[in-house]
Nanobody, 123 residues
Framework: QVQLVESGGGLVQAGGSLRLSCAAS????????MGWFRQPPGKEREFVAS????????YYADSVKGRFTISRDNAKNTVYLQMNSLKPEDTAIYYC????????????????WGQGTQVTVSS
């Protein structure tokens, strides 16, 4: 089992930045790909970004490319999502996810979920 705990959400003005963190614990955490999904109000959960277990391969949703950066620190069992140039449409609950491969996460195949952290971007 892998446990995921997100932090770093909050309220920010459009154009601002936030960094989300996801602390992972459990068996073979560093061997899992990690990623982020989000669920905007009234919409379905969607893929945001993923990173391979060694941190080399990354995937991003088109809507966040060039603005968001995913990274991981396996020594700390933590994955990060640096979000810059935030827009009101980035408002959502952001969920940390873990799975086999970063491509699996991109395709929506998630083994473990965190509880989520709220990000609100005001205009």
């Amino acid at each position: 089992q892998v446990q995921l705990v997100e932090s770093g959400g909050g309220l920010v003005q459009a154009g601002g930045s936030l960094r989300l963190s996801c602390a992972a614990s459990g068996r073979a955490v560093s061997r899992h790909a990690m990623g982020w999904f989000r669920q905007p109000p009234g919409k379905e959960r969607e893929f945001v970004a993923s990173v391979s277990w060694i941190g080399v391969t990354t995937y991003y949703a088109d809507s966040v490319k060039g603005r968001f950066t995913i990274s991981r620190d396996n020594a700390k069992n933590t994955v990060y999502l640096q979000m810059n140039s935030l827009k009101p449409e980035d408002t959502a609950i952001y969920y940390c996810a873990a799975g086999g491969y970063s491509s699996d996460l991109k395709d929506g195949s998630v083994t473990y979920w965190g509880q989520g952290t709220q990000v609100t971007v005001s205009s």
